[in-house]
């Protein structure tokens, strides 16, 4: 089979992002730099052949995805449940500083990523990367010998690069999941190899768009 090209997006920013607050699967919208963002990430991706544009159904990343599509023509955004945010649970809702402080113990779990636990209510990393993971094998078995995009969140994008280099789920992350940044993969049933990570060039503050006079 031949080798499935994929570019992977976290959504655009959000008002939470800002406040260091727990989305999960609570469905934020983006605010205005992350609508500025997904603009110029549909400018930078337009030229691109994309044969189709798959993004988590939360409004974050599909508002995100739209621009993408918008800009490429001829793909519609599908809406797939399985690129969701990991689900936290009681942490949804919560600033970092919230669970530091009002839950200490389960902060200390989540901080240093044990791989079975989870929040009430919530998903573990183990369940998390499962989904995620078989998420990724559906949708790029669809492809062979195409690219396609993945609109997502940060903790997808997690996954996807620890999947990619073959990093641990404990091992601390020294690698940027920014808003808006494109990310490739290259995809076959065998293995997820790192093409390129975290390129921001097309948010560049100086980078005029289409709003800009």
Known sequence: MDATRIIAIRHGETAWNVDTRIQGQLDIPLNETGEWQARQLGRALSAEPIAAVYASDLQRAHRTAE???????????????????RLFGTFEGLTFHDIESTLPEQAHLWRTRVPDFAPEGGESLLQFRERVLDTLHQLAARHPG??????????VMDVLYRAATGQELQAPRTWKTGNAVINRLLWTPESVTLIGWADDSHLDPGTLDDTTT
Do not use: C, S, Y
């Not at 995009?149 to 903790?155: D, E, K, M, R």
């Open 146 to 155: 195409e690219q396609i995009v993945l609109v997502a969140h940060g903790g």
């Open 67 to 85: 621009h993408v599509a918008e800009a490429v023509g001829g793909v519609d955004v599908q809406p797939i449940t399985g690129l969701r945010e």
